[in-house]
């Protein structure tokens, strides 16, 4: 009923950027925050950034001054401008939502499939 649809990964060289979008669709009421997190290859999955509905945002120590989030709420979408990159951006990157559905239903957390962003060096 809710789907996050990631797109904008791909393989840039160290030094180059990338925009990955999130759009959320289905049944929905109201979008919460909207987040990316990454997940390297044999790490946890952590938190890059989030925005709430209202714009304000919060950003993990390694991106920040690198990466820009940013929504547009008449499109349930978020976006991820990343410049700068680094080898060790490399990860598949997840978008987040926390958003009720109906009026009457609680919040709940959806996550999208993922999308590769590989950096060469």
């Known amino acids: ?20 979008s999130c759009a959320a669709s289905g049944t929905i009421y109201s979008v919460n925050t909207m987040g ?22 919060n950003y993990a120590d390694s991106v920040k ?11 349930n979408t978020a976006y991820l401008q990343m410049n700068s990159l680094k080898p060790e951006d490399t990860a598949v990157y997840y978008c987040n939502a926390d958003l009720r559905q109906r009026i009457w239903n609680p919040s709940h957390n959806f996550w999208g499939q993922g999308t590769q962003v590989t950096v060469s060096s």
Do not use: M, P
């Open 65 to 75: 001054g690198r990466f820009t989030i940013s929504r547009d709420n008449t499109k």
């Open 1 to 20: 009923q809710v789907q996050l649809v990631e797109s904008g990964g791909g393989l840039v060289q160290a030094g180059g950027s990338l925009r990955l």
């Open 36 to 57: 990316w997190y990454r997940q390297a290859a044999g790490k946890q999955r952590e938190l890059v950034a989030a925005i709430t509905s209202d714009g304000s945002t």
